[in-house]
């Protein structure tokens, strides 16, 4: 037996959807690696049922492969928005598995308490995330159907603290300029030289 973990919009097809109609085709799928994954199944395969594109997304139920080599209705269908234009009823391109329900788990294991389990860190899902089938190891199957037997609740995000803005230095208004006298200058506007002058002109007139 193998084990596989398969993605499904809960708003398009949810496990309580599976629940109610135990059996589904598992059509729509149109990536080539999706589809190599369903070709390498078994009837009797082990299955996560993975809720995507959804807040918040993780491991809702289980589920096994009850049929396998089932041809893909949709891309038939023209209204479809899985329609192959290049598919013919003689060389159908897409098929898919049929899977059955199984369980819904007590408490969805969500992606954020993968990430923090070290035994699931080999995880395609970590690895691939938006591959819609992909492989998963025994070990990691039966982990996250244990982790779902306890509730979970993520741990409070740390609070951001807000930078304090900065206020801008005040602008030191530039010092007065202070008038000073000349050194030169003297009272009743007489200069120095002017001052010489006058006293050589008054011994003269003494001497003369």
């Keep these: 037996m193998k084990y596989w973990l398969m993605k499904t919009e809960p708003e398009e097809f949810s496990i309580a959807d599976l629940a109610k109609r135990r059996l589904e085709p598992w059509s729509g799928v149109r ?7 369903m070709r390498n199944m078994t009837v009797g395969d082990a299955v996560l049922f993975y809720h995507s594109s959804c807040n918040p997304p993780g491991v809702a139920g289980l589920a096994k492969v009850a049929k396998v080599g089932v041809i893909d209705e949709t891309q038939f269908d023209s209204k479809s928005k899985y329609y192959d234009e290049k598919s013919t009823r003689e060389k159908p391109r897409w098929d898919c598995v049929e899977v059955e329900y199984v369980k819904t788990l ?3 294991v969500l992606l954020e308490r993968i990430r923090g389990e070290k035994k699931l860190a080999n995880m395609v ?3 691939q995330g938006r591959l819609s089938v992909q492989p998963v190891e025994q070990a990691e199957y039966e982990h996250i159907v ?8 993520p741990p409070p995000k740390p609070k951001v603290k807000k930078p304090v803005a900065k206020q801008p230095a005040a602008k030191q208004q530039p010092a007065a300029r202070q008038k ?3 050194t030169t200058s003297a009272p009743y506007g007489r200069t120095a030289s002017t001052r010489r002058i006058s006293r050589r002109r008054r011994s003269s007139s003494l001497t003369g």
């Design 146 to 153: 244990s982790l779902a037997e306890t509730s979970w609740e």
């Design 180 to 182: 000073t006298r000349s």
């Design 125 to 127: 899902l970590l690895k």
């Design 106 to 108: 007590p408490n969805p």
């Design 31 to 37: 990536s080539m690696f999706a589809r190599f994954h």
